[in-house]
């Protein structure tokens, strides 16, 4: 289940970020899949970077632009990434997210079909090194992993499944359906039969539900997922 990566590397330029939503506390995008969300040794251009050009851009801030990273999606996910504007909104944002209170739905292309089509699936996950695999409870290391899961549609052998993320662990969604014999279609490093021509999985953060760290208000901030709906005959 090891299996190294090459990604193309992937350039955004800011007239192309897709911008969810944003005020002075907030900016949340649709991260297109295969980019990274934060910068590594590699030096490639990441979310991060994009996002800060377009704040100096488009308030014409000079020198350093404050953006606060609260969550992230692995670098084959597409989907809503939410950022923090000030480091006030970062730590509330930060607290609603270690209390599980904010709501994360996902949807997948999986290979096969789920049974039963709809369930809760709970695991124990622990972090060896650069992986993540499966434990049991009480080993060391071993965090609870939760999600629940309905199937959507079903053709051609993949299935359409969404995903309310309970827990946040790293490649959670992805280990914990190819545990259940459904790997993610493209996701080779977990179990999928092929990879896709970009190396990217289909597997999208459609939405985030969640109160707004300032005024209290309850929003919910969201991708289209038209062309899935219409690849599965969604109405």
């Known amino acids: 289940m090891n299996h190294p990566i090459s990604f193309p590397k992937r350039s955004l330029p800011t007239d192309a970020l897709e911008v969810l939503y ?12 295969g980019m990274l969300v934060q910068g590594d040794r ?21 020198g350093n632009v ?9 670098r084959p996910v597409s989907g809503v990434v939410l950022f923090a504007r ?3 909104a970062a730590s509330r944002l930060m607290r609603q997210w270690q209390a599980r209170e904010v709501k994360k739905t996902y949807w997948a292309v999986v290979e096969g079909a789920l049974k039963p089509e709809q369930g809760k699936i709970v695991g124990h996950l622990r972090k060896s090194g650069k ?10 290391g071993a965090k609870e992993a939760m999600l629940e899961y309905r ?47 970009d190396k990217t999985i289909r597997l999208v953060a459609r939405s985030l539900s969640l109160r707004h760290p300032v005024t209290g208000q309850e929003m919910t901030l969201s991708v289209d997922t038209g062309d899935l709906e219409r690849e599965f005959s969604i109405s």
């Open 42 to 62: 590699s030096g490639e251009e990441s979310l991060m970077d994009v996002v800060r050009e377009y704040i100096r851009g488009r308030y014409q801030k000079p």
């Open 151 to 197: 199937t959507l549609a079903r053709k051609n052998g993949v299935s359409l499944v969404e995903i309310g993320l309970i827990t946040g662990r790293k490649h959670q969604i992805r280990i914990q359906l190819s545990q259940a014999g459904c790997p993610v279609k493209g996701d080779v490093k977990y179990g999928a039969e092929a990879f896709l021509p």
């Open 86 to 88: 000030t480091s006030k």
């Open 131 to 140: 992986r993540v695999r499966t434990a049991k409870e009480g080993d060391p």
């Open 22 to 33: 944003e005020d002075n506390h907030l900016i949340s995008v649709n991260k297109p899949a």
């Open 66 to 74: 404050f953006l606060g990273m609260v969550h992230r999606l692995d």
